[in-house]
């Protein structure tokens, strides 16, 4: 075996680069923003959403922005919140968390399929699954269903990139649509 072939295939199968997390139902508007991961030695555990309420007769976005909260992996107590592009809308809900045994290891999102003429939201929650099998489900609204669970991290989540819609002017926003969370 050539040393090329070891280096170009054997090594990259043997150790596979740091993949990401994504589900299939994610919105169809809107750009990615940048990927923003927790610090070195810091890994996501908790997160925050920010929901815009029921509008009435207004036009409803639902879901806006994802903080997640990292922690050290060997002090309970160091944190650091970390955010990707957010929508202007809404109020951030308070966060939940793994507690002191777990990390964030997949997710699933409750997307509201498009509307035709009618108020787009997109996506309106999320659900988290932690390292030691605890669910737990965002603060959003339930316009829409429940996607399929994203494939799992096993040693958790340590990055966050969304997909945003920018705010549309008379026309009919949607805000946040889609996530993907990178692997430590
Ligand atoms: C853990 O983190 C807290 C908050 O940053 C800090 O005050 C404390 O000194 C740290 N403990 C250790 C053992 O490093």
Redesign the pocket.
């Known amino acids: 075996m050539s040393l090329l072939f070891v280096l170009l295939v054997i090594v990259p199968l043997a150790f596979p680069p740091v993949g990401s997390i994504s589900v299939s139902n994610g919105g169809r508007w809107g750009s990615w923003g940048r990927m923003v991961s927790c610090p070195s030695g810091y890994r996501a555990f908790g997160f925050s959403l920010k929901v815009e309420g029921r509008q009435g007769g207004g036009d409803d976005t639902a879901l806006n922005g994802i903080r997640l909260l990292c922690r050290?992996v060997n002090?309970y107590?160091?944190r650091r919140i970390i955010a990707s592009s957010e929508g202007r809308w809404g109020r951030w809900t308070s966060y939940r968390t793994c507690g002191c045994a777990g990390y964030l290891r997949s997710f699933r999102l409750r997307v509201e399929r498009p509307q035709g003429w009618g108020d787009d939201t997109a996506a309106n929650n999320i659900m988290f699954r932690c390292t030691d099998g605890r669910l737990l489900t965002g603060a959003g609204l339930t316009w829409g269903s429940w996607g399929g669970w994203s494939s799992s991290c096993t040693r958790g989540i340590c990055g966050i990139r969304t997909k945003i819609e920018r705010p549309q002017g008379w026309g009919d926003d949607t805000a946040l649509n889609n996530v993907i969370f990178r692997c430590c």
Request: aromatic share 0%.
């Open positions: 050290h002090n107590s160091a």
